[in-house]
Nanobody, 121 residues
């Protein structure tokens, strides 16, 4: 069973930084991509950033240039460095994997429980 555990959320002031981490445990046959989504108050869960197994990454327009995603395959972790945080970045941030649990199976989505990020003065 695949488990994703996020850490690093908190309360910061506008312009400050936070670093989120996600640790993955359990067995997964192949990871297609791993990254982050977020859900703000009263909003749907939206894409933030992802990194593909081949190494390239994608970012939402709203965070490009401020956030950086990095994966450490040996440690089974993926981090999200968030700089120049703004109140609109306030959300619960979820770690996400799209992968294949075993050979011959179709792709599935796996989610962490989320970590709260609040940006407020």
């Amino acid at each position: 069973q695949v488990q994703l555990v996020e850490s690093g959320g908190g309360l910061v002031q506008p312009g400050e930084s936070l670093r989120l981490s996600c640790t993955v445990s359990g067995s997964i046959f192949r990871v297609n991509r791993i990254g982050w989504y977020r859900q703000g108050p009263g909003n749907e869960r939206t894409f933030v950033a992802t990194i593909f197994t081949l190494g390239f990454s994608l970012y939402a327009d709203s965070v490009r240039g401020r956030f950086t995603i990095a994966r450490d395959s040996s440690e089974n972790t993926v981090d999200l460095q968030m700089n120049s945080l703004q109140p609109e970045d306030t959300a619960v941030y979820y770690c996400h994997i799209n992968g294949i649990s075993e050979a011959g199976a179709g792709p599935e989505d796996y989610w962490g429980q989320g970590t709260q990020v609040t940006v407020s003065s």
